[in-house]
């Protein structure tokens, strides 16, 4: 039940699309990318990946242009990296521990993909041990992040059904964290969003 939960969540959260190859896209991002540019890598590399949950043979090339990407501090590259190692790209890839080392980078670097996911991670216990505290913490970040009505909805089944598992204490102790790391993450957000690597890719994206 609570791992049909978390998926359905995940489902909702991905924005579904297909996979595309090099001569699908933009010739100017691609130039781009191959230039240097870690906002046009981005877009190449999740391109390639495609749909989530899908396994694609272009996993490693999507791999390699995130990674690119990531390098330069692209805080939604270094998300979608992580969300490979997770389960999106092809089984061989699928690594928990870099899936919950990446989410970490992600979320200290302000990406809105990683709190909901760290969620699932830690209340699962993929590439770590099984933690309530934490899960209830960072699905709380998700929800006040959160700029979806739907996938708010969502993200509160999953903390209900955390908070089911939670005593009275380990309750009192994921409000504190959850509220330190928002401060924290907040800021981090803010400043993403602020970055030109972030603005370089909205413009991409409306190409």
């Known amino acids: 039940m609570l791992r049909t939960l978390f998926t359905t969540l995940l489902i909702f959260i991905s924005a579904p699309c297909f996979s595309y190859s090099l001569n699908d896209m933009n010739p100017k991002v691609v130039s781009a990318a191959k230039r ?12 390639l990946i495609g749909h989530y949950l899908v396994e694609r043979e272009n996993t490693d090339e999507a791999l390699d242009w995130l990674k690119k990407s990531h390098a330069q501090g692209h805080a939604e590259a270094t998300a979608k990296i992580a969300i490979i190692y997770k389960a ?6 699928i690594d928990p521990v870099k899936a919950l080392k990446y989410l970490h980078l992600a979320e200290e670097r302000g990406a809105e993909r ?7 991670m830690y209340f699962l216990g993929k590439g770590t041990i099984q933690d309530s505290v934490e899960a209830y913490a960072w699905i709380s970040v998700g929800i006040a992040i959160s700029n979806s009505e739907k996938m708010t909805k969502q993200m509160r089944k999953g903390k209900e059904q955390i908070e089911n598992t939670m005593s009275e204490r380990e309750l009192i102790k994921g409000k504190k964290t959850a509220n330190k790391y928002f401060s924290k993450f907040q800021k981090a957000n803010e400043k993403w969003k602020n970055s030109k690597l972030y603005l370089d890719t909205v413009a991409y994206y409306k190409l």
């Not at 240097?36 to 391109?47: E, R, T």
């Not at 990683?114 to 699932?120: F, Q």
Request: charged residues 25%.
């Open 36 to 47: 240097g540019d870690a906002a046009a890598q981005f877009y190449v590399g999740s391109k």
């Open 88 to 93: 999106h790209g092809k089984k061989s890839a």
């Open 114 to 120: 990683a709190p909901s996911r760290l969620a699932e």
